[in-house]
T-cell receptor
Framework: KQEVTQIPAALSVPEGENLVLNCSFT??????LQWFRQDPGKGLTSLLL?????REQTSGRLNASLDKSSGRSTLYIAASQPGDSATYLC??????????FGSGTQLTVLP | KAGVTQTPRYLIKTRGQQVTLSCSPI?????VSWYQQTPGQGLQFLFE???????NKGNFPGRFSGRQFSNSRSEMNVSTLELGDSALYLC???????????????FGDGTRLSIL
């Protein structure tokens, strides 16, 4: 059974810092890995999707990497802003086709 | 392009009742997936519908069911409600292509279900 772990559970940083969020998964037989953000009381917003054949994806200040063999992914946020404050979730789509989510990292960027 | 719409946004029910939640996907999307989100268990997959057929199912009891209509709109039904069913229920839509060429799922803002 696929398990997804995110570390740390919570992170507080001053504005302008670069930061890294971590995601690990137990079964490397995945189709893809996705990063989402969730604002309080809202649904999820897709940030980046990395197919299993890819090593990384970039969108603006966000960069996500995938090391399928070691079961790890990182989300790098450059020059953090208060508007980046949210819960960040990673999810993997495995052989069962369904998305398995981590429990998230709650990020607070202090002005 | 309108996003994924879930109705109602909030529901309060009592134990033993049943409830139906609705999800309207983004135009052109044929896949609709449902998730339950709770503080204790996080986000858990309920089921996925594609072209009116259930394509995948998570590990939930039979009290949880769903269906999809020809216009891709989907409903989720929970019967004999229990206190533990209190959660945020999220719906997501996508084109439903093969996972090797997956496209991101687009989520609605959810229905907050409270069981008294």
């Amino acid at each position: 059974k696929q398990e997804v772990t995110q570390i740390p559970a919570a992170l507080s940083v001053p504005e302008g810092e670069n930061l890294v969020l971590n995601c690990s998964f137990t079964d490397s037989a995945i189709y893809n890995l996705q990063w989402f953000r969730q604002d309080p009381g809202k649904g999820l917003t897709s940030l980046l999707l990395i197919q299993s054949s890819q090593r990384e994806q970039t969108s603006g200040r966000l960069n996500a990497s995938l090391d399928k063999s070691s079961g790890r992914s990182t989300l790098y946020i450059a020059a953090s802003q208060p508007g980046d404050s949210a819960t960040y979730l990673c999810a993997v789509r495995g052989s069962a086709r369904q998305l398995t989510f981590g429990s998230g990292t709650q990020l607070t960027v202090l002005p | 392009k309108a996003g994924v719409t879930q109705t109602p946004r909030y529901l309060i029910k009592t134990r033993g009742q049943q409830v139906t939640l609705s999800c309207s996907p983004i135009s052109g999307h044929r896949s609709v997936s449902w998730y339950q989100q709770t503080p204790g268990q996080g986000l858990q997959f309920l089921f996925e519908y594609f072209s009116e057929t259930q394509r995948n199912k998570g590990n939930f009891p039979g009290r949880f069911s769903g269906r999809q209509f020809s216009n891709s709109r989907s409903e989720m039904n929970v019967s004999t409600l229990e206190l533990g069913d209190s959660a945020l229920y999220l719906c997501a839509s996508s084109y439903g292509t093969a996972p090797e060429v997956d496209q991101p799922q687009h989520f609605g803002d959810g229905t907050r279900l409270s069981i008294l």
